[in-house]
């Protein structure tokens, strides 16, 4: 294979701590996807430090059904010395698909989605190197799009020397971690389809809003019409009494313009208080009607600014998380559940998870619905 080497040792130190050696090793030899002639050479280099004569065993197989097709479920065994990987390519009208692995046993294992290029990584200490990684223990997943791989993509496989990786606490490695597992590639929602679902829940939203808002303004206009009614003037047929002033009472019109206070006092009431001998607790809890007026529009405010705090840091957090796992490809920086999420990718930015957050619309809406409610009732 022209320009492509790769090297492994026996035996084979897999553990964190080199305590167990795997006399046996088998790796699959990156196929050239891109080359027109399918025959290929392989040449093969063999040797050992040993002062003594090493026997060993080296036999070539060609990898049954390496390219993995749609709706097609594949399973195989694999151990930390035997890793595994496979080809997918999206040739079968289906933009974005989800990878869902199956296994039986706990065993802790690496899934990676790397390029269809060479050299694959498919050691653990390497599978970080290139693509999308995930620990698996006995259910996984991903979404993958074609945007991301137009080229295809390899599927690799890895099978760690002990369950650290996946489980908390002291594992100790065995000799027996030979793993089985299952898989398949699943066609789910494409971009358009998405894009009709969150369409039609933003309109629902929107018509609440709106039916909202008409039926407040509907009751508005009833109390408005009862206040009018109310308030019309009856007719009285009591007469009016004529106060006549008798006629040897003079008046004096020419009084100075500093007698007269034209101010009005700004605080009527208090001026009511001091002259009552007796107070109530109606007395004393009259404001100004500005007063409260200032008090309500604070309390809209507040309520915006409260809003805005909340949201800031949530928003700061999805962008910055999915920022980390989009730039290091470590799925396990983010806990959910990947075979109920939903891949979402708008311009640069994509969202692993774009339905969690579109669930959250509703707080949205209706937390807008609340200040408008406050503030119609504040007006």
């Known amino acids: 294979m022209i320009s492509n080497i790769l090297t492994y040792k026996l035996p084979f130190n897999y553990s964190n701590i080199g305590l167990f050696r795997y006399y046996k090793a088998a790796h699959i030899l990156c196929p050239l996807l891109s080359g027109s002639n399918n025959e290929s050479r ?23 059904s ?59 200490e390497t599978v970080q190197y290139d693509g999308l990684r995930q620990t ?9 799009s074609k945007d991301e791989y137009p080229l295809g993509l390899f599927i690799v496989f890895v099978v760690h020397s ?46 609440i809003l709106v039916f909202t808002t008409f039926c407040y303004h509907t009751k508005s206009d009833d109390t408005k019409t ?31 313009e500093t007698d007269i206070d034209i101010l009005k006092s700004p605080e009527p009431w208090k001026d009511l208080i001091r002259t009552k ?7 004393l809890s009259k404001k100004d009607h500005r007063i409260l007026k200032a008090k309500s529009r604070l309390y809209v405010w507040n309520l915006i600014t409260v809003a805005v705090f909340y949201s800031l840091p949530v928003i700061q957090l999805v962008f910055t998380s999915q920022k980390m796992l989009n730039e290091t490809g470590n799925q396990d920086l983010c806990y959910y559940n990947f075979l109920c999420s939903h891949s979402f990718i708008l311009g640069p930015w994509k969202f692993s998870d774009f339905n969690h957050i579109f669930s959250n619309i509703g707080y949205i809406f209706f937390g807008l619905l609340f200040i408008l409610i406050t503030y119609k009732r504040e007006c």
């Open 226 to 256: 009862i206040d009018i009614i109310q308030e019309e003037p009856s007719t009285s047929i009591c007469s009016t009494p004529v106060n006549i002033q008798p006629d040897n009472v003079s008046y004096d019109s020419s009084l100075d």
């Open 42 to 64: 392989i040449v093969v280099s063999v040797s050992t430090n040993s002062i003594q004569n090493v026997t060993f065993i080296l036999r070539l197989d060609v990898q049954k």
């Open 277 to 283: 001998a007796c107070l109530y607790v109606s007395d």
């Open 136 to 144: 698996v223990s006995k259910t996984g997943g991903i979404i993958i």
């Open 162 to 207: 002990d369950n650290s990786a996946c489980h908390r606490g002291n594992y100790q490695a065995t000799n027996s971690r030979t793993k089985n597992i299952s898989f398949v590639v699943k066609p789910t929602v494409d971009f358009n389809y998405q894009i009709i679902n969150c369409l039609i829940v933003i309109f629902i939203f929107i018509s």
């Open 66 to 124: 390496f390219n993995v097709l749609l709706n097609k479920e594949v399973s195989f065994n694999l151990s930390p010395s035997e890793p595994v990987y496979y080809y997918y390519s999206f040739k079968q009208n289906a933009s974005m698909v989800l990878l869902h692995v199956k296994s039986d046993d706990v065993i802790c294992m690496t899934l990676s989605i790397q390029n269809s290029s060479c050299p694959v990584f498919d050691l653990l």
